[in-house]
């Protein structure tokens, strides 16, 4: 067998056990019970907001609606962290509307903190004495049910954190290739019941999209304090919730919750580019991920085209692999997986960005640089 064909077989192999490893996901993860009910303790949803005109509104709506299935005392809890876009003026419309809706002003973040970190510890601090803190994103909408299904999955899981996943919105090309690998990505590498009960950073997937964490486990692990530099502090926060004793992880949240992250390619590139950096800790992580990504999706698939049997059985086993994945998340199951490898690609080309940018100093979002002392 010449040294290609080896490549090739061994990119198959890699890619039939990330199937297999998918599959067992599809099975475990956990989902929400939609008419489950939660134990009537207080909760504070707590939504940091940053020129979010397009989206405050209709947040604050559905976040309100939900509130309104839960049992015990409940708030939202709004915290406008320096918009310059007009979403100050409405979330003052908001709150002379809702007496349940809180509108806090941020201060301004202090030097060795992020942004987001900063106004979510904001949030944290006047949301006590809650029970249960539920940080939101503005560009999430929940359905109904939601926070009665994520509070009651919570205690009945025995957690201390869960992430339900949201289905994620594309249109679009880039939104299309890109988004989907969101969900894609944990569930075909990450084994879900082993990160429950491991304490181990390389174990651990979040999405502060939809975050929900019982208080006392937050105050243990040093809340947001903890994470005040990472730009990816959903990841950094589970990973203090698990060092400080805790367990969390992330689950199946397509019917509690919807998210439309971007639009259009511009603003999928300066998405990613603030975090991909930080996403596989640090240039050597990344190329080893990315390598071993390609060699299982991208090196088949190549082969696949050039005749290879070994590498449409390896292209068959990923597109497999999304399928399954956009079938168990309520993501599009047909065509878009079968251009898996491409994403693959663009998610290579976007972390390559995202490290160049950082190199050069020139990462920013939403008018901030997205590095503590930057």
Same mark, same amino acid.
């Given at each position: ?64 609606? &939900?509130? %309104? ?15 310059? %876009? ?9 709150? &002379? ?21 900063? +106004?979510?510890?904001?949030? /944290?601090? /006047?949301?006590?004495? +809650? ?24 205690? %009945? ?32 590498? #990450? ?27 937050? %105050? ?17 926060? #589970? ?30 590139? /300066? ?30 698939? +190549?082969?696949? #085209? ?9 292209? +068959? ?51 901030? /640089? ?5």
């Amino acid at each position: 067998m010449t040294r290609s064909g080896v490549v090739v077989r061994t990119g198959t192999a890699l890619a039939l056990a990330s199937l297999a490893l998918t599959v067992d996901n599809a099975r475990r993860v956990r989902r929400p019970d939609a008419g489950a009910t939660p134990r009537p303790e207080s909760l504070a949803v707590l939504v940091p907001v940053r020129d979010e005109a397009a989206n405050v509104e209709d947040c604050v709506a559905a976040a309100l609606s &939900a509130l %309104d299935a839960w049992p015990g005392p409940a708030r939202l809890l709004v915290l406008d962290d320096g918009s310059t %876009d007009g979403t100050s003026a409405l979330l003052r419309h908001l709150a &002379a509307r809702h007496d349940r809706l809180e509108v806090l002003a941020g201060a301004p973040t202090p030097a060795g903190w992020l942004g987001k970190p900063w +106004a979510c510890h904001q949030l /944290a601090r /006047a949301a006590r004495p +809650a029970d249960l803190l539920v940080f939101l994103d503005a560009d999430v909408r929940l359905a109904p049910h939601a926070l009665t299904a994520t509070g009651a999955q919570v205690r %009945d899981s025995g957690l201390d954190l869960v992430c339900p996943y949201p289905r994620q919105l594309t249109s679009g090309v880039a939104e299309r290739l890109v988004q989907p690998l969101l969900q894609w990505s944990w569930m075909s590498t #990450l084994p879900l019941g082993p990160a429950e009960r491991s304490s181990r950073p390389s174990l651990t997937a979040a999405n502060g999209q939809l975050l929900a964490v019982d208080a006392t486990a937050y %105050d243990r692990a040093g809340g947001h304090a903890a994470v005040r530099g990472d730009v990816l502090e959903d990841l950094a926060l #589970l990973r203090a919730v698990k060092t400080s004793g805790g367990r969390g992880v992330v689950t199946e949240g397509s019917t509690l919750a919807t998210c439309r992250m971007y639009d259009g390619w511009r603003a999928v590139r /300066a998405g990613y580019g603030k975090s991909l950096w930080a996403a596989f800790g640090g240039p050597a992580g990344a190329v080893g991920v990315l390598g071993l990504l390609g060699l299982a999706h991208v090196v088949p698939a +190549a082969a696949a #085209l050039r005749g290879s049997r070994a590498g449409a059985i390896g292209w +068959a086993a990923g597109v497999a692999s999304r399928v399954v994945v956009a079938r168990t998340t309520g993501g599009r199951a047909w065509p878009d997986p079968l251009a898996h490898p491409v994403s693959v690609v663009a998610l290579a080309l976007l972390t390559g960005d995202s490290l160049v940018g950082r190199r050069r100093g020139r990462l920013r979002w939403k008018g901030r /640089a997205v590095e503590a002392g930057r």
